[in-house]
């Protein structure tokens, strides 16, 4: 029986498909491509945490796309991947979208515990 549903939003599907690979087996996760069919899979399915894996989606802005999610679905918890070296979107993203966790990539854990 699997813990909790993840969603897995992010820009790229390669990317996506690895970091699923990384998530452990007792949790049950699905990724999409853009913000905006994450918005969709979310009125959809009640994830208990969405992974945001970069701070650049190809159709919506990140940062709106966190508070959106902070404001649509305020239970679920909201994590951070990205390399991005631009501090301000950092702390933008982690403050605005009320992020639980930020992660730099690589990450060499994911420990959801």
Do not use: W
């Not at 939003?9 to 690979?21: C, E, I, M, T």
């Amino acid at each position: 029986m699997k813990l909790h549903s993840i969603l897995l939003v992010g820009d790229d599907l390669a990317s996506l498909v690895q970091l699923k690979s990384r998530v452990p087996d007792q949790y049950e996760a699905v990724y999409t491509v853009g913000g905006t069919a994450g918005l969709e899979m979310l009125d959809r399915i009640p994830f208990f945490l969405v992974i945001l894996n970069t701070l650049s989606l190809p159709d919506m802005d990140a940062i709106e796309f966190l508070q959106i999610l902070r404001h649509r679905f305020p239970h679920t918890v909201r994590v951070v991947t990205s390399n991005s070296q631009d501090i301000n979107r950092i702390i933008a993203a982690h403050e605005e979208g009320d992020c639980f966790r930020f992660l730099r990539k690589p990450c060499t854990d994911l420990t959801l515990h």
